[in-house]
């Protein structure tokens, strides 16, 4: 029972070049989210999909675009990657939003130079 | 937007002590979740609250939905090495419907 996948788990990019990181999970669930951690701040919602075919914006959205076009796989990407996106990002998924528990991913950690 | 306040942010315990910590809120929440977050992992679900009142317990664990809705408590009993790692609470509440998170509570267990 895999849960969440993440990949790839150790990403290096240099400033300005972009990247998709992929978020699977195998539970059915509706709901899915990406989030950044980073030390000192907590876990912090960039977006998330209520559906397959849906997104919607976080509180840290700029510089982030994420699809959902099927319902297993919800997929971030970096257009023009910063430093200040330097973090570590987990995905997560829940069958309800509003009450039901989130599970996450094993995150990925990418460093921007 | 919604803050939770987590504390402390790291405690320093001798195996085998008990450990307490705890999450306020300004606002009301109408779920209370605890996860624990290992080195190179991700979150983990411990426990989940769902009423105000309610006390659960997972194992060693035991956490409680605080009676005003703005709080909630972990407690773990005869801690042990592998309790090692960082615990985070986290609610839901408000009109947004976004899980809200603490910063975490480092805990490490000397041997």
């Known amino acids: 029972n895999a849960g969440v996948t993440q990949t790839p788990k150790f990403r290096v990019l240099k400033t300005g070049q972009s990247m998709t990181l992929l978020c699977a999970q195998d539970?059915?669930?509706?709901?899915m989210y990406w989030y950044r951690q980073d030390p000192g701040m907590g876990l912090r919602l960039i977006h998330y999909?209520?559906?397959?075919?849906?997104?919607a914006k976080g509180e840290v959205p700029d510089g982030y675009n994420v699809s959902r076009l099927k319902k297993q796989n919800f997929l971030l990407g970096l257009e023009s990657a910063a430093p200040s996106q330097t973090s570590v990002y987990f995905c997560?998924?829940?069958?309800?939003?509003?009450?039901?528990?989130?599970?996450f991913g094993d995150g990925t950690r990418l460093s921007i130079l | 937007g919604q803050q939770l306040n987590q504390s402390p942010q790291s405690m320093f315990i001798q195996e085998g002590e008990d450990v307490s910590m705890n999450c306020t809120s300004s606002s009301i929440f109408n779920t209370w979740l605890w996860y624990k977050q290992d080195p190179g992992e991700g979150p983990v679900l411990l426990i989940a609250?769902?009423?105000?009142?309610e006390l659960t317990s997972n194992g060693r664990l035991t956490a409680q939905f605080g009676i005003t809705r703005k709080d909630s408590f972990l407690n773990i009993s005869a801690s042990i090495p592998s309790d090692v790692g960082i615990y985070f609470c986290a609610g839901y509440g408000g009109s947004q419907g976004n899980l809200i998170f603490g910063k975490g509570t480092k805990l490490s267990v000397k041997p």
């Open positions: 997560a998924s829940s069958f309800l939003r509003d009450t039901q528990p989130q599970h």
């Open positions: 609250l769902y009423k105000a009142g």
């Open positions: 539970m059915n669930h509706e709901y």
């Open positions: 999909s209520v559906g397959e075919g849906t997104t």
